[in-house]
């Protein structure tokens, strides 16, 4: 397909935020030979530990397949799908044929490589996109999932009308997504737009609103804000651990900025001012 329109200053904010992330191919390749993982005969079950980027790991992934009734054959549509760690993981456990959809292209290729070697190619796709402008007919998916992503997306109103869109009737839409509990003032407004390229954030009961008015009944609504709050704190230790990777390509300066930013981010689950839900839905 063509690439995704860049202009938008959100998007190009989010791929920017992407193509330097700590988290991404090149490092997840180095922790496998620094741990004396050969890439020959590598399992899904191996590289799990290494390719997900959301909170809560792969435990996470098996609440929201399970709660999307996954299975053999169905079709499923990961949106934002990053690296595709969950995409793996769901087609892996669950037999189901998955395409992810992302529109930073580093993500996108990488995902695309990893999977060829786990010897998941025939059974998980990725398409280079946009989650405002999916490429898919209507009623394509059984499934829709989403993983701490959707926040980076400016108009949620229509992307999850577009989730509701390439759903079939009685499909499931199931996601977890970083959340505002409280107002931020506008400093914290503009460094998580800047910082973390966050243009907006729901609430809850914004999501849920959402749902309803684009056809779906709300099956499930949990708030993860305190599970959150202590995964983060774990995530920032994880960050700091990285840092000579980050620092060899990214170089010092990029660490202690992300260091910064992320460390900011954090603190605003202690003062529970952001928070996380997940949420289960059927197209009507
Ligand atoms: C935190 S990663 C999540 C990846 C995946 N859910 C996981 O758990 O490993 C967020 C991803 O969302 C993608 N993304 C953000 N906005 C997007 C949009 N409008 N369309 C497509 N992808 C988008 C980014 O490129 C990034 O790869």
Redesign the pocket.
Known sequence: MSAPHTTDGA?AR??AF?DAHPINEEQILHTLRARGIALEGLSEETLQEFD???FGGTAANEVLARAAGMRARLRVL?V????G??ARYFAHYFGCRVTG????YT?FLGAQRLTRVVGLDHLVDFCH????EMPFPDASFDVVV????WC??PDKPRLVAECARVLVPGGVIAFTDILRRESLDEEETARLQREMAFPSLETLDGYAALLAASGCTLERREDLSEEWARILVARLAMYRSLESETVHKFGTAHFQRWDDTYAFFVGLYGTGRLGGGRFVARKR
């Open positions: 998007i989010v791929t992407y997900q980027d959301h990961d934002c799908s990053g690296m760690g969950p959809l992302d529109f930073t993500r996109g946009n989650a405002l989403g993983q701490e992503a980076h997306v």
